[in-house]
C-alpha cells in the first residue's frame, strides 16, 4: 500500500451526474468530457460508470485517450477535441473515432484516409465565435465551408464551439457567442447540410444558460464535484468525487524557536508536535502551499508548517493531542465533519479548481470506491 493515495467516490459521480441530468431536455445528449485521465479522477472507471448511467459521447483531447476508451470497451462516440494529427487517421477512420476539424489540410486528409478505406468518417467542426483559440474564424467560416462540404467520405456529426466567460455573473458575452454559433449553425443549414448536434455549453453553460443546450452539452468540472464558478449561486447540488490521502510517518516534540524545513521560513513559537507527511510537489501538492495550506488530522484543521518540499510536508498537530504516527492525514476531501475543498486549495496556491484536482489526480495510486456490482473497485490501469 503506498504511503499517499487518492479515492474517487464513484457514488458522488452517480449524484452529480443525476443533478445534470434533471438540469437537460429529454433529448439532450451529454458527452461527458474525460480528457487528462477524467481530472486526475481516472478516465476508465469513470467512463465506465458513466457509459452504465447512459452516456454516449466522451470527450478527449488527444488521440491515444480515445484509444484508451476503446481498448477498454467505450464503443460509443469519442470526440478528439484537439484534433487528430495525419499519422493517427487511419486508426481513427477504422476505430470510428471523431476528430474536432478546424484546419482544412486535416479535412483533405480525413477525407483522403476514409477513401482510401472505403468508409465515411464522422467528425464535428469547431467554430470560434469568441474564444480566441480552436476554431474556424467566424468571418472565414462561408469559404471554409465551400471547400470542406465538397470533400467525399466526410460526414458532419457534429458542430462546435466554447464559452469563454459563461462562469461570470455577466452573460452579454455569452449571449454575443451564442448569437455568433446560432449563426454557424444556419450557414450549415442554408447549404442543406444537417447538423444532428451542435454543442457550446460546458458545465458553466449548462448551470447558467439553459438556452444553450441545443442536442448536446459538454459537462466536465461539475461531474467531478466543484462548482464551474464561485462568483455565482449555484442551482445544484454537487458532490466532490476526489479524497487525497496520506498518513503520519514521524512524529516529533520541537521546542520553542527550531526552524522547520528548507529555508528555515517557519520557527516554533511554542514547544510544538511536528508531524512529517510523506506528500510533496511531486504529488501534486504545490510548493506555494508551504506556511500557507491546512490539512485534517483526526477531524481537525491543521497548518502545514515550513516549505512543501519534493515528497515530505510538515504540519503542526500540537492542538490535535491524540495525533500518532501512521494516523490519516487529508489534504484533499472530507475527515468527520471537516472538508478541505479544491476550491479553498486553489484559493490558497493562486490558481483553479481544475489544476488542483488534474495534479494531485495525476499518476497517484487509486481507490475507487462505491463502484456498481458490475464496476470495479481496484486502481486504474496505468497509463502508456
Known amino acids: 500500500m503506498p504511503m499517499n493515495w487518492v479515492e ?10 443525476s443533478q445534470l441530468r434533471e438540469r437537460l431536455l429529454v433529448n439532450t445528449e451529454v458527452m461527458a468530457v474525460v480528457k487528462s485521465d477524467a481530472y486526475g479522477h481516472g478516465m476508465i472507471p469513470v467512463a ?11 470527450g478527449v483531447s488527444t488521440f491515444w485517450e480515445a484509444v484508451e476508451l476503446r481498448s477498454h470497451g467505450i464503443e460509443g462516440p469519442v470526440v478528439v477535441l484537439l484534433g487528430i494529427e495525419e499519422a493517427d487517421l487511419e486508426e481513427a477512420v477504422i476505430q470510428g473515432i471523431r476528430p474536432v476539424v478546424y484546419r482544412l ?17 464522422p467528425f464535428h467542426l469547431k467554430v470560434d465565435t469568441g474564444m480566441g483559440r480552436l ?69 458553466a453553460g449548462i448551470l447558467g444558460l439553459p438556452h444553450a443546450h441545443f442536442q448536446l452539452v459538454r459537462p466536465g468540472l461539475m461531474l467531478y464535484g466543484s462548482p464551474p464558478s464561485m462568483e455565482l449561486p449555484q442551482p445544484v447540488s454537487l458532490r466532490p468525487v476526489m479524497t487525497f490521502k496520506s498518513k503520519i510517518i514521524q512524529l516529533k516534540v520541537v521546542p520553542p524557536g527550531r526552524a522547520i524545513g528548507y529555508g528555515r521560513t517557519f520557527f516554533t513559537q511554542r514547544t510544538s508536535r511536528i508531524a512529517t507527511v510523506p506528500v510533496g510537489y511531486d504529488d501534486g501538492y504545490a510548493r506555494c502551499l508551504s506556511n500557507r495550506s491546512q490539512v485534517l488530522v483526526a477531524g481537525r ?18 492542538d ?9 492525514v487529508v489534504l484533499l476531501g472530507p475527515q468527520g465533519t471537516e472538508r478541505i475543498t479544491a476550491e479553498e486549495i486553489s484559493r490558497w496556491q493562486g490558481t ?17 470506491l462505491n463502484a456498481t456490482p458490475e464496476g470495479s473497485s481496484e486502481a486504474a490501469p496505468p497509463r502508456p
Open 48 to 58: 465506465r460508470e458513466l457509459v452504465r448511467l447512459g452516456v454516449r459521447f466522451f
Open 320 to 328: 490535535v493531542p491524540e495525533a500518532r504516527t501512521e494516523h490519516e
Open 8 to 17: 474517487v467516490d464513484l457514488a458522488a459521480l452517480r449524484h452529480n451526474f
Open 105 to 121: 489540410d486535416h479535412a483533405r486528409k480525413l477525407s483522403e484516409t476514409a477513401g482510401r478505406l472505403g468508409r465515411t468518417a
Open 135 to 203: 476554431g474556424i474564424p467566424m468571418d472565414q467560416l462561408g469559404p471554409f465551408l465551400d471547400i470542406l462540404l465538397k470533400l467525399p467520405h466526410l460526414s458532419l456529426e457534429g458542430i462546435l464551439s466554447h464559452f469563454a466567460t459563461a462562469d461570470e455573473e455577466d452573460k452579454s458575452y455569452s449571449d454575443v457567442q451564442l448569437e455568433q454559433f446560432r449563426a454557424a449553425i444556419e450557414s450549415l443549414k442554408e447549404r442543406n447540410v444537417p447538423v444532428p448536434y451542435a454543442h457550446i455549453a460546458n458545465s
Open 352 to 368: 483553479i479548481s481544475y489544476e488542483i484536482y488534474c495534479s494531485i489526480g495525476r499518476n497517484r495510486f487509486k481507490r475507487f
Open 301 to 318: 484543521r491543521v497548518p502545514v508548517v515550513g516549505r512543501v518540499s519534493m515528497n515530505m510536508i510538515t504540519i503542526d498537530v500540537t
